[in-house]
């Protein structure tokens, strides 16, 4: 059982950055890919990026490419999202995904434990 508990969320003025953590419990954090995911209220799970085991390796929705970069501590068992350049489009919650292998993906289904989610507030 892999328990994933995000925190970082809140509210930010348009333009402004958080920074977003995800603390995992439970397995052997380093062995999986991991990634970012978020929702909005009656709409599709919408993958925003996704981490490598060792971190070496990326990859970035395009509504985030440029703003957005993502990270990982192994020793920490904590995975980081640095989100710049927030507009209100971003205002929505995230939640942090734990891949069923060790490959990075943006694919939904590919995830297989996810967090509670924080939510993100972007003032205009």
């Known amino acids: 059982q892999v328990q994933l508990v995000e925190s970082g969320g809140g509210l930010v003025h348009a333009g402004g950055s958080l920074r977003l953590s995800c603390a995992a419990s439970?397995?052997?954090?380093?062995?999986?890919?991991m990634g970012w995911f978020r929702q909005a209220p009656g709409k599709e799970r919408e993958f925003v990026a996704t981490i490598s085991r060792s971190g070496g390796s990326t990859y970035f929705a395009d509504s985030v490419k440029g703003r957005f970069t993502i990270s990982r501590d192994n020793a920490k068992n904590t995975v980081y999202m640095q989100m710049n350049s927030l507009n209100p489009a971003d205002a929505v919650v995230y939640s942090c995904?734990?891949?069923?292998?060790?490959?990075?993906?943006?694919?939904?289904?590919?995830?297989?434990?996810w967090g509670q989610g924080t939510q993100v507030t972007v003032s205009s």
């Open positions: 995904e734990k891949t069923k292998n060790g490959t990075n993906a943006s694919d939904g289904n590919a995830y297989d434990y």
């Open positions: 439970g397995d052997t954090f380093s062995i999986y890919a």
